[in-house]
């Protein structure tokens, strides 16, 4: 059968039609369980409540930002106004907004969920393991399908629109710009409010975590809210898009053959699909594992993908056999590197037990340890990112010139194919995290605790693995996004009559010059960032003090006096926000002077230097994160002293410094590559026009 | 005047035995300095047998190893020796083994009078700052000039002998193979003593810093002296000798025009007597202030360097201004690289100060503080780097093919132009820091001690500027390795008759492959090294707390009883040897695997992965590792609450961390780089004929 592209189109509007109605499906699900207890539901009322505030909050800065952003591209891209026909700048202009406001409606609707689905997860856990597990995950999955299908929805009706995949470039960049909000943003909240709840809570006053005295207790839960539900979302809806259309851009300059196009809309909505089949098979089975049945949920989703697309390419007699190789082997490396990220950060394997005992001698040598394991994690990752675009250059090299970048890019398509799964995967986590703190403050008992305590755990687990994941997504996307600058580059020198870029040599002083540059930004982003939480946790532990200082009766726990936990949240927001602009505005002018001095060629380096670094960095710090963090609950859990002991201290130190480098700067990184490398492929035409050495 | 090579040769000799003459005289001047107490010649006996065992230990080992690689020199390079000549694969093994033993003979006489000139400037400091001063870097200065005499002297005689630049490819290896046991081996060991002492001492026994009763104390002090004497002292040789070497391979490809070589070795020579002049001059003035002094006899060297090789371009017709602006332009930039190193870790500036404050919030915000702090300081280096390399190959670009390259090279030449007075400032800090030692143990007085301290302090801020300096040369040098390897592959490809390499293009495959598995390397490098100092310091914590145990009254100091220091040393040393090996091996089969499985295109990326990861971490951990040592010093003189605060405890902590960051790992990179460069150009014959993908 010959493949057509309006075909593909009608698969991938009827994959999302079938995402959304299982959506809401599950939304519903959830929202029916039944939930009693009175101070669960307050207090899950003011976890609501204050997410909602962040993200009114969050959205209405970047409506700002996007307006202006909306405006700078409208008058200059992709050429200036005053230079030719304005039809593509208000196209592009438009679709810079979509992409903000889809992401910005996906990460909406994950926290609508996830604030129903933790107390209900909580409350559920009473019965047993089975439907609180099934609770965590079906909340976490709408964000996923939600994810997942407002992407394919975007992309494939602004190109529908326009038919020109330049154009997307401007869609994919508004998630970008959103993302890096969402994801920095949220995870500058989420650790000010974790630190500063555990520096005055724990540390100085002796109470317990999540007692509802400390006000930043309930910053504390949205933050995970924040943080790793919108967050996390954003940050795969940009990897998704990004992916997409880069593979698009590329796919546009093979003239002549839509087959490739179809590929693309045809392998993402079967992506999906699998998803929906893989969420809907999660279930725990006789071994009671949340993990396993977590994992074993991604492998259908997996195979089912494989099954899938082999289909379609028996079908179809015009999709290569080539690009699905480099698909699946993408998806493969992908599963590969989560495991390999899952070997230094599960507390049943050696690493992490190694960093557990070093703690022993103090806090030094569990933060030398983890740092040093947390950098050799790197290496495994890395060479699974070398080895899957190597090979699908070379499986897709022998169809033609501009195949094998084409190549890599279905690579990265293939990897991204079970993001659905990986998202609920993900979103799974602050849900059972959050039920956890529900629990206990709904003085649930024991047994329920521990519960949550297993689904909390195995959500810990599962996050390493999903992170390991997605920062391999984002390389691999970012990679071909550097042949999608090089094409949107040629396009504009073609037009200029000028020399085209046959590629980027490192001999070539420009391009070494933008890869050393390029090497240091993503350091410089992830350092500003700690540096961010730092800050704006010292003016919460203020706060904090300033508290129990004065509110008569708090320090006590008198009946009836409660702190205010909106000042808490208010700080972490506004903080939040202050802090990550810097960071957003340097990598953009790093990105600017850049190409203003060195034109394309020096972007072309400098794209790659930000990739080395950035997937070295991003690796590192989550990897080391993930580990400290199960260190301290393998000590907690009763070994090397348990509670108290002197390892246990050390191994907090070793927490609170794995928080940041997890949860905001790590995952971060992705966003901070993904969007330099946006704001290069739509800048192009200005670097080749403008540079002083270019 | 036209000028001729030989006259270079002349004017190198020259240089060398004005060199060597000035290092006897300083010799015999600091030996005829007078010791008096018995306590200080004793303990400084100790020292002086404990570096001298080491590097009895060392150089055995580093023989076995030299042998081994020679004899697979002499067989497989430059070509196997079943294929073609022998005479050249005699030469290369040969120039191996004169740069494995030259740069041992300057490590032994570093450490020689290091150990002679400790005490001696810890009695002359009762007499006032000026003379201990003058015996401090005096003593440093004797290594500094052996090292750069020894390495212009041999790189001269071989090319005389020879008269082909790549088989000084095995001289520059050889000095490299010494450098990576000399400096990893050395930092290991000497990180080992400082962390086991300062555990087991200071935190369980609450006995002093240098208390004669702990038997690691002695150890402690030979670490001093192998790592930042003997180590540093092999690393500068290795970079000296690599950009000499790469400039001179390079000049080669560029045939017919003798002015190049004889620029280089002219530059080399005026550089070495700059650097004697600025020794000559270095004074403490009216202000009494040794890191002025120190700073000041830099400002010299630089200002002499620049000024008598523009009298070398007046006098010599042939010497081009366009490479003498590449000289100077990477002599400046190091300069300016060493002072944005000295914001980042000196305590009078703001950055140091921070740190010591956020220590008041617990050792979590130390580490985190600095590591941001670390990353962020890793900026101005790098691209002062590219900035340099981009000048460097714009000013030489116009002279014709290849010479934009030259360009890059002689930027590196003319930055290495001053290390003779880089390395004096450097071992001159090991000196005063055992005279620190030794003036508290021979109970020299308050006063003593606050001039030792003060000179010891001058000793740090000037460390971290010649790191900074030192890695920005490595940095230079690797880049034009990078150039030498190229010309050296495309020789063994137009004897093959095959395409030649004219780039390596990011886009390409192979480069690209290699680029991310080379981006990995020096992370697990340097996690390798400092997980060894980890696992070293374990094994002499054991053996300290064993003795406290067994030698009756050792811990109450009873008079004539003893510790044993021998055994500790025994196993710093032994320790620092074994864990070092598998690091090195690691680094060399990886280059192996790569080159064998994408051949020389996937090996020109693997460089670049490494240059643009290795000058990442090793700015990071040396700039971090002397902030934390420097917060941590700021508050011990009285500030955020002083000694025994909590700020302090977090200090410690941040500055054991830091320990084998900046003198283990962070350093070692360096040299790291260095040897994968090099190993990379040697090979590169059989790179090119037998790969599987290449």
């Known amino acids: 059968m010959e493949p057509q592209l309006h075909l593909f189109y009608a698969l991938s509007f009827l994959a999302v039609i079938l995402a959304f109605a299982f959506t809401v499906y599950l939304y519903l699900w959830v929202k029916r369980q039944k939930t009693q207890n009175a101070r669960i539901m307050e207090v899950s009322e003011l976890i609501r409540q204050g997410a909602n505030a962040f993200l009114r909050k969050e959205y209405r800065i970047l409506a700002i930002f996007a307006g202006v952003a909306a405006v ?13 026909s304005i039809v593509n700048n208000i196209a592009i202009a438009l679709a810079y907004i979509a992409g903000t406001v889809l992401s910005a409606i ?65 869609f994919s960049f508004g998630a970008s710009s959103l993302a890096l909000f969402a994801k920095a943003g949220g995870g500058i909240f989420t650790k000010t409010a974790d630190i500063s709840a555990d520096l005055t809570g724990k540390v100085e006053l002796g109470i317990p975590e999540d007692d509802p005295r400390n006000p930043a207790v309930i910053a504390d839960n949205v933050g995970d809210n924040v943080g790793d539900v919108a967050g996390m ?18 796919a546009q300059s093979l003239k002549g053959d839509w087959n490739n196009i179809s590929m693309i809309f045809c392998y993402a909505a079967l992506g999906l699909i699998a998803s929906i089949i893989g969420i809907a098979t999660a279930r725990i089975g006789k071994h009671g594992s949340p993990t396993r049945a977590l994992n074993s949920s991604t492998y259908v989703t997996t195979a089912v993908f494989i099954v899938l697309t082999a289909a379609a390419n028996l079908i ?13 082997t993408g998806l ?88 659905g799964m990986i998202i609920s995967n993900d979103a799974y986590g602050p849900i059972v995290d959050n039920a956890r703190g529900l629990a206990e403050m709904g003085g649930l008992g024991e047994e329920t ?26 390389g691999l996307t970012v990679i071909s996004l550097l042949g999608a600058f090089m094409s949107e580059s040629n396009v504009v020198l073609a037009e200029a009559g000028r020399e085209l870029i046959t590629g980027f040599d490192i001999m070539n002083p420009n391009v070494f010059f933008g890869i050393l540059v390029g090497g240091a930004i993503p350091a410089v982003f992830s350092a500003m960032l700690i540096l961010g939480v730092d800050k704006n946790a010292q003016r919460m532990v203020a706060e904090i003090r300033h508290q129990f200082n004065t509110i008569v009766g708090l320090r006590e726990g008198k009946e009836g006096v409660k702190p205010d936990y909106d000042k808490c949240i208010d700080i972490a927001t506004s903080g939040a926000l202050k802090e990550l602009i810097p960071a ?34 991003a690796l590192f710090m989550s990897n080391s994160g993930g580990l400290w963090d199960n260190a301290k609950k393998y000590i907690e859990a009763g070994n090397e002293g348990g509670k108290g002991s002197d390892a246990h201290k050390a191994a907090v130190v070793g927490d609170t410094v794995g928080d940041p480098f997890k949860d905001t700067a790590g995952p971060s990184i992705n966003t901070q590559i993904t969007v330099v490398s946006l704001v290069a492929s739509l800048m192009s035409g200005l670097f080749v026009a403008f540079s002083l050495f270019g």
């Open 584 to 617: 957003g505005l340097m990598t953009i002018i790093a990105t600017l002077l850049v190409g203003f001095i060195g034109g394309p060629l020096s972007i072309g380096g400098f794209l790659l230097g930000n990739i080395v670094s950035g997937l070295l960095l």
């Open 449 to 474: 605790i521990r519960i949550a305590d297993e689904l909390d755990s195995a959500g810990n687990t599962v996050k390493a693995v999903t992170k390991g994941f997605s920062i391999a997504a984002a």
């Open 72 to 84: 700078v591209i409208f008058v200059l891209l992709p050429t200036p106004i005053w230079k030719g």
């Open 106 to 170: 996906a990460g909406k609707i994950g926290i609508l969920v996830a604030t129903l689905a933790n107390s209900r997860a909580a409350e559920s856990a009473q019965k047993g393991i089975k439907p609180a597990f099934l609770v965590g995950f079906r909340g976490g999955a709408v964000m996923g399908l939600a994810v997942v299908g407002f992407s394919l929805l975007g992309v494939a009706v602004v190109l529908l629109i326009v038919g020109d995949a330049t154009i997307l470039l401007g």
């Open 316 to 328: 179809f007699e015009g999709f290569s056999w080539r690009i699905w190789g480099a698909s699946v």
């Open 332 to 419: 493969l490396v992908g599963v590969i590197i989560g495991l390999t990220t899952d070997y230094f950060t599960d507390d049943s394997k050696p690493i992490v037990r190694r960093v557990a005992e070093a703690s022993n001698s103090g806090a030094a040598l569990t933060i030398l340890s983890g740092i040093s394991y947390g950098l050799i994690s790197a290496l495994p990752a890395m060479v699974g990112i070398a080895i899957s675009a190597f090979a699908s250059y070379f499986i897709c090299a022998p169809m033609g010139p501009g195949y094998a970048i084409f190549g890599i890019s279905m690579s990265a398509v293939g990897m991204l194919s079970i993001v």
């Open 233 to 250: 979302g954003a940050d795969l809806f940009d990897s998704n898009v990004a992916a997409m259309v880069s593979a698009l851009v590329i």
